[in-house]
């Protein structure tokens, strides 16, 4: 059973930056791709940005494309989401996730097998 427990949330101003953490255990970290996810009321879940096990490959969706930057610490075992120039639409509960393969270029929600808690991210504008 993987654990995977997010921090760094807030509330910013638009134009600033946060750095979101989430730490795994309970399964071996780099046989894991992970992914962010965001979600506001109302709506469905979205994969904001995925990276592959080692780190060297990583996608994001346009909206987010050059502002944010998803990386990884395998020794520390945990995951990173790097958000700059954060627009009020980026308001959202974001969520880490685990995924138990090494990396899938169309990696889609349903390949993930294991969720945090969540983190509040609120920009004003």
């Known amino acids: 059973q993987v654990q995977l427990v997010e921090s760094g949330g807030g509330l910013v101003q638009a134009g600033d930056s946060l750095r979101l953490s989430c730490a795994h255990s309970?399964?071996?970290?780099?046989?894991?791709?992970m992914g962010w996810f965001r979600q506001v009321p109302g709506k469905e879940r979205e994969l904001v940005a995925t990276i592959s096990w080692g780190g060297s490959v990583t996608k994001y969706i346009g909206s987010v494309e050059g502002r944010f930057t998803i990386s990884r610490d395998n020794a520390k075992n945990t995951v990173y989401l790097r958000m700059n120039s954060l627009k009020p639409e980026d308001t959202a509960v974001y969520y880490c996730?685990?995924?138990?393969?090494?990396?899938?270029?169309?990696?889609?929600?349903?390949?993930?097998?294991?969720w945090g808690q969540g983190t509040q991210v609120t920009v004003s504008s």
């Open positions: 996730a685990a995924a138990r393969l090494v990396w899938r270029d169309d990696l889609a929600p349903t390949d993930f097998d294991s």
């Open positions: 309970g399964r071996t970290f780099t046989h894991d791709a």
